[in-house]
């Protein structure tokens, strides 16, 4: 059974500072991997999403890797600003459907 | 392109009441999923759609809740009696094909059972 897991749960960092959020996978065996950002009230609005035969896609700021060997994806987030302040998800697909992680909660200080 | 639609956007009942919620994909999405978002929580899938036909619906409280798509198009979510613990937000998702394509999310609908 596919677990997700995302860590930090939650982060707090300055303007200007680049940051990692990581979100880990027990299966191997997926589609695909998409990262989502979810604003308070608001559904989910994808980010980037990347085939299980790709290793990182990129828009700009943001960069997402992927290792299926280890079970991890990375979200890379260059110079925050307070407007990125939300939730990201990740999830991944693998037997028809998609599996969510619990998410981070990021905080960019002005 | 226009995106997920979903409706109503806020919903408060009391339980034992009954609810449902719409929900339209982009136009040529034939998988369509629903799932559940409990505050803190990452969403859960309640069922998925391939077309007309539900392609899982393990997750479902199949006592409560009950979902259709009629022609393979616009689908209906259904809670009743709802109880407490059904308070959560509602999120209808389409994508191309299952797994393999991008999902693409509507607003959601947030139930508040009193």
């Known amino acids: 059974k596919q677990e997700v897991t995302q860590i930090p749960a939650a982060l707090s960092v300055p303007e200007g500072e680049n940051l990692v959020l990581n979100c880990s996978f027990t299966?191997?065996?997926?589609?695909?991997l998409q990262w989502f950002r979810q604003d308070p009230g608001k559904g989910l609005t994808s980010l980037l999403l990347?085939?299980?035969?790709?290793r990182e896609q990129t828009s700009g700021r943001l960069n997402a890797s992927l290792d299926k060997s280890s079970g991890r994806s990375t979200l890379y987030i260059a110079a925050s600003q307070p407007g990125d302040s939300a939730t990201y998800l990740c999830?991944?697909?693998?037997?028809?459907?998609?599996?969510f992680g619990t998410g981070t909660r990021l905080k960019v200080l002005a | 392109e226009a995106g997920v639609a979903q409706s109503p956007r806020y919903k408060i009942i009391e339980k034992r009441q009954s609810v449902a919620f719409w929900c339209n994909p982009i136009?040529?999405?034939?998988?369509l999923y629903w799932y559940q978002q409990i505050l803190g929580q990452g969403p859960k899938l309640l069922i998925q759609?391939?077309?007309?036909?539900?392609?899982?619906d393990s997750q479902l409280p199949k006592d409560r809740f009950s979902a259709e798509r009629l022609k393979g198009v616009d689908s209906t979510l259904k809670i009743q009696p709802a109880k407490l613990e059904d308070s959560a937000v509602y999120l209808c998702?389409?994508?191309?094909?299952?797994?393999?394509?991008?999902?693409?999310f509507g607003n959601g609908t947030r139930l508040t059972v009193t």
């Open positions: 998702a389409s994508s191309l094909s299952d797994g393999a394509s991008p999902l693409h």
């Open positions: 299966d191997s065996a997926i589609y695909n």
């Open positions: 990347i085939q299980s035969s790709q």
């Open positions: 999830a991944v697909s693998g037997t028809y459907k998609y599996i």
């Open positions: 136009s040529g999405h034939a998988t």
């Open positions: 759609f391939q077309n007309n036909g539900v392609v899982d």
